[in-house]
């Protein structure tokens, strides 16, 4: 059974930064293309960011580009998600996920979710 552990959410004032980590159990993690996705209160979950399996491509919402940074460590197991110049709009549920398709940015394409980390940025 693959588990995908989120951490690193918290409160942060606006403008600030944080770095989300995801890691993974199981010995296939550089088998799949990872994602992160945000669901805020109210709102549908959209799409964040996804890299490829080797960490050589990646690809991000155009809201999020620029701010916005994901990574991978396969020998850690562990994908990243590095937030910066945070916005109260930011405030979200940050999940990971696991794809064994192209960095896909629909729901659907994900077999696996995290649990979630909670991210509330502060006016």
């Known amino acids: 059974q693959v588990q995908l552990v989120e951490s690193g959410g918290g409160l942060v004032q606006a403008g600030g930064s944080l770095r989300l980590s995801c890691a993974a159990s199981g010995r296939t993690f550089s088998n799949y293309a990872m994602g992160w996705f945000r669901q805020a209160p109210g709102k549908e979950r959209e799409f964040v960011a996804a890299?490829?399996?080797?960490?050589?491509?990646?690809a991000y919402a155009d809201s999020m580009k620029g701010r916005f940074t994901i990574s991978r460590d396969n020998a850690k197991n562990t994908v990243y998600l590095q937030l910066n110049n945070l916005k109260p709009e930011d405030t979200a549920v940050y999940y990971c996920a696991r794809s064994i398709y192209y960095m896909p940015s629909a729901e659907n394409d994900y077999d696996y979710w995290g649990q979630g980390t909670q991210v509330t940025v502060s006016s």
């Open positions: 890299i490829s399996r080797s960490g050589g491509s990646t």
